[in-house]
């Protein structure tokens, strides 16, 4: 069974440009999860979608923005890139449910770098 | 509103030693827990997860967890460190009160085993 898969693994992006990443989760699951990780604020959930609809958004400014397709692949994207934007992003897949006990599963990340 | 602590971000044992990384966690529903495991550039890798039933949960690569009501504790243990446990560890609680899958995660404990 294929894992997680986030694409590309790494970008480097001037400020003020955008930037999209996706991610391909597990087959069979319907939700997927963004994160962001960076050394001052840890983990930071970014949002959630379960058959494209977003479920959760965490405390990130509109500039974070994502969709999930009929496939459950998502993407999500980011407008006007600020330096702080720099981090590991990450997707998460979870559950052919909605029973939230369920572990996730972690892609290798997009290292995102703004310059 | 759930939320995780770990004391210690850096924690160095001798290769062959006890392993103990510590987690709290704070939450108004009975919690489901998750201990993952980084290694650098990579994702998170699930080491174990308690959601119900026995409150000793063995997970990969020899680590066990203690799920303590009483403490509101879930302590990741290894009896014996290898060196290919050096890796940076999170505790995460899913955030059950928003019926999503959103984890919130501690700040992480960076492993380093000497030899």
């Known amino acids: 069974k294929a894992g997680v898969t986030q694409t590309p693994r790494y970008l480097i992006k001037t400020r003020g440009q955008q930037v999209t990443l996706s991610c391909s989760p597990i087959?069979?699951?319907?939700?997927v999860s963004w994160y962001q990780q960076t050394p001052g604020q840890g983990l930071q959930f970014l949002f959630e979608?379960?058959?494209?609809?977003?479920?959760n958004k965490g405390n990130f400014p509109g500039r974070f923005s994502g969709r999930q397709f009929s496939n459950s692949r998502s993407e999500m994207n980011v407008s006007t890139l600020e330096l702080g934007d720099s981090a590991l992003y990450l997707c998460?897949?979870?559950?052919?449910?909605?029973?939230?006990?369920?572990?996730?599963?972690f892609g290798q990340g997009t290292r995102l770098t703004v310059v | 509103a759930q939320s995780v602590t770990q004391l210690g971000s850096h924690v160095s044992v001798s290769e062959g030693a006890l392993v103990l990384l510590r987690c709290n966690y704070s939450?108004?529903?009975?919690?489901?827990l998750f201990w993952y495991v980084q290694y650098p550039n990579q994702g998170l890798q699930l080491l174990l997860k308690?959601?119900?039933?026995?409150?000793l949960v063995k997970g990969i690569n020899g680590f066990e967890a203690e799920f303590k009501k009483s403490e509101t504790s879930f302590h990741l243990t290894k009896p014996s460190a290898h060196m290919s446990d050096a890796a940076e560890y999170f505790c995460?609680?899913?955030?059950?009160?928003?019926?999503?899958?959103?984890?919130?995660f501690g700040t992480g404990t960076r492993l380093k085993v000497l030899a």
């Open positions: 939450s108004s529903v009975p919690p489901y």
């Open positions: 998460a897949s979870n559950g052919q449910g909605p029973n939230i006990n369920t572990e996730a599963f």
């Open positions: 308690y959601t119900t039933g026995a409150t």
């Open positions: 979608y379960f058959s494209e609809t977003q479920r």
């Open positions: 087959s069979g699951h319907r939700s």
């Open positions: 995460a609680v899913s955030d059950r009160g928003s019926g999503t899958y959103k984890y919130i």
